[in-house]
């Protein structure tokens, strides 16, 4: 099958999908994928507005597992399971790693709150209706038939990922490094703080 013919099948296909189904007529994995989208939406907002640093790293996990019942739903089996593999078993457990390192409270911290909230609310709120705009116009009149094929591969989807956005995952993996690096950097300097002559001992009452 050329690729003329591979487009103009996957064009006939989405277009079947938008007649059969509407806005007012959804079926239930539209219906899953709100929900889980709307759960991932809170977990996601309870992740940056708590000033406990371990919840929100886990309070973390939720989002990125919600992410990744989200790419189930779309049929992007491969792309679930390396959110899964790299930034809920890797990312996640490297910024708890980080947190144990530099013993960063349990509870609530004062240090995690912020006087440029609203500088910080204004960029997130811009960057959300930047994307949402860009996906939009993107997939404006596309209709993607949930419950036919898949009309990816895994073999196409790990050559665009590993061919031609392969530089932005070095830079992701270099500033994870980085950051761990820096956590035991800290906890060394703590550590070699706290055993000066002088120094109040952790049993002392300081």
Known sequence: ??????????????????????????????????????????????TVTTRQLVHAALW?????GGLAIEYLLLTAEFIAWVQVLIYVGSVVVLLLFGLML???PIGRSPDADSGNRWAALTVAVAAAATLIWVVVDAFRTTW?????????????????LFQNWVLPFEGLSVLLLAALVGAIVLSRQAKATATEPGAPSEREPR
């Not at 993607?144 to 665009?160: M, N, R």
């Open 1 to 46: 099958m050329t690729l003329a013919a591979a487009a103009a099948t996957a064009h006939a296909t989405t277009t079947s999908a938008a007649e059969a189904h509407g806005f007012l007529s959804p079926t239930g994995v539209e219906i899953a994928f709100l929900l889980v989208g709307l759960v991932t939406f809170g977990a996601a907002l309870v």
């Open 102 to 104: 530099t013993k960063a």
């Open 60 to 64: 973390l996990v939720v989002t990125l």
């Open 144 to 160: 993607i038939d949930l419950d036919g094929p898949a009309a990816g591969s895994t073999k196409a989807t790990g050559e665009s």
